[in-house]
Every structure is written in C-alpha cells, then in structure tokens.
C-alpha cells in the first residue's frame, strides 16, 4: 500500500536535493579512533586528581571496562569508579564516557554541553553527570544504559510487540516536546540514539548537532527557523535535504520515520543503497507499508502518514499544540489507553525489560562495538 504524498518538485529543486547527498556528508563515515579508552580513563583520573587536590579531598580514580561504541568524534567507554569494583552488584557505579577527539576546535563539546544542562529536567533524555577537558580531548561522563540502543532491537527483537511500540514512542514524542519547548532542535533522531535503560525506558542522547534556537533565529512573522544540514539521512526530512528553513517539524518527520522503523521492521524511502536515490525518495515519493502489516495497525499508520507529510505546514508537529491535541490524542495512543501522566512518572511497564547479570553487562550492545 503506497501512502503520503507524491509530490512533483521542480528541476531546481530536483539539482538542489541531489546537490545535497553529493558532498559525501551523508555518507556513512569510518572514523578510526584517534586514542585507546584507557588514554581517555588516564586523563579523566589526572583531572579528577588535581581537582580533588586543589580542594583538599580524596581523588577518585575511574577504571575502563570497555569501549561500547564508537562515533564520528570518539569512543564510548563504559567506566566504573575504582572504589566501587569490589564491592556487590548494588554498589557499582558505571558510567558511559564520551571521548571526542577528532574536532578542529571544542564548539561542539560547548555546544552539547550546554543543551545537556538546558534538557536536565527532561525524563526522558541522557543526563549530564560531569564534563572534562584535557589538550584536544573533550570528555562528556553519562549514565550507563545497559539496555542497549533501538536499533540493536530492531535487529534482534523485530516485531516489537504492540505495547512496547507505543511506549517507545510516546516516550520519544514527550522528549522532544520538552526539547522543543527548551527551544531545542534535536536534529539526529535515529534508533541508534534511543537507548534503553535497566527498566525498560528509553533515554535520548548525541546531541552534538542539535541546535538551540535564540531571537537570531525569529522571523518576522514570529517562528523560530533554521538552516542546518546535518543529519541522518533516512532520518532527514525534506526540507533539510533541500536546504530551505525549518524549524521542530523536521524533528517530528524523523518519530514519523522511526515509528514506521518499529512497525515495519526497516526505514521508509530505501529504495536503493545510493543515497542520491534515497535522497529523492524522501523529497519525491510517498512511502509504501505491506499490506498484511498495514490491516493490523492502521492506527499506527495514519501517525506515521501525518508525521511523513512532506509538506511541512501540513505536517503534525508544525503547529503550536500539535503535541497536546494531536499527537496525545492521535487514536493509536487511545487504542492502548495510554496513561500520559503515568508515562511522564515511568510508572507503565514495559513488556521487555534488561535481563542483566550484572550492573554493567554488555550483551545488548553489538558485539563489533565491545572491545
């Protein structure tokens, strides 16, 4: 079944959305990592030791585990305080440590540093638990997570069972409407940046391109819009592929395309592996959902169909209230009989929960990022 819309754009438009898949920045990139966890654990300790001497405390000393993943700017390592190691499966503190270190200069670690601190009264995105800096490496300290990310899930766990779809979602959707409200632009939801805690929810994180809007960003007729080119692409609503402005919509196509993920099992518009084609997918073509899986969910799909409207003034998540009156309300939460203040307290239960043998067991991260 084909739906959303077919929208024929013009020539300029056409040169303008390929134009933007040329220039390799959405290619997927291979970064090699620049320094080993334990460089980053050694620099962590010295600065934590020469603050604890200026002030006169007992250091604290970090151990590295291992590194759990890999991005563009670094490693992730999960850590554990060295006091903590001997002590029983309650007392272990484990952390995620972000090492960047392929920046020319610190403006994105300052950048999401600064969103961290603004998003701290968020349920449902990673918090901040301390920031470091030593030479050209930039350190971000982070809750672990051993649930592991969404699209491990999607990979291993797919179909995800019903309750657990609208969960994930309505958890991602109250995220990025205090993101929103914080005059935050997400800018990268993808599965790979849903991660899943030891209860079963989920937590945001990687907001090293988001981007905080100010009065430099209000048009004249009072929204607050943007530029930007950064991005996943299956992810990437059309107007960011086109380069024109836009504002929290694009956010909204990308739940659009993460719920079709959950549903479906695989992301709308990939049509082939050449970006370029992909890239014309998104701007061009309505997406396609099997029918089998359509007849059970059509709830779903109708979300999915007003999340994906390429139109960004018809799109769910353009409008002011559009998160109060039609995303809380859409009839795939009411289908569920979604308790909304029970989800903003975490007091629904997900279906599918960590089974840990420890406080800080790797297994539901990919095998090629533990090291």
Known sequence: MRMGESIPISEQQEMEAVSCCSDNEFDEQVVEEEKEC??????????????????????????????????????????????????????????????????????????????????????????????????NLDIIVLPFYPGGDLYTHLNERWPLPGPDVVLYCAEIGTALHYMHEQNVIYLDLKAENVLITQTGHVRLVDFGISVVLDESNLTPQGRFEVVSEAGTLPYCAPEILKRQSHSFESDWWSLGVLLFEMLVGYA??????????????????????????????????????????????????????????????????????????ALNEEEISPSWVPDLETAIDTKYFQPDEIQ
């Not at 604290?60 to 991005?71: M, N, P, R």
């Not at 670690?109 to 998003?119: D, M």
């Open 38 to 135: 334990e460089l980053a654990i050694n620099i962590l300790n010295s600065v934590v030791a020469e603050m604890s001497s200026r002030n006169n405390v007992p250091p604290l000393t970090y151990s590295a585990i291992s590194t759990i993943g890999q991005g563009t700017f670094g490693s992730v390592c999960l850590c554990q305080r060295q006091d903590d190691i001997q002590g029983t499966q309650g007392q272990y503190w484990a952390q995620r440590l972000v090492l960047k270190t392929s920046m020319k200069d610190n403006s994105q670690y300052e950048r999401e540093k600064r969103i961290l601190n603004i998003l701290k009264g968020s349920s449902f995105t990673t918090q901040c638990l301390g920031c470091f800096q030593s030479g």
């Open 268 to 341: 709308p518009f990939m049509t082939s592996d050449d970006p370029q084609d992909i890239c014309q997918s998104i701007c061009n073509l309505p997406f396609e959902v099997p029918d089998d899986v359509y007849q059970d969910n059509v709830a779903e799909f109708h979300l999915v169909e007003i999340l994906l409207k390429k139109h960004q003034r018809l799109r769910l998540g353009y409008n002011d209230g559009d998160f109060e009156y039609g995303f809380k309300q859409h009839e795939f939460f009411q289908k569920y009989d979604l308790n909304w203040d």
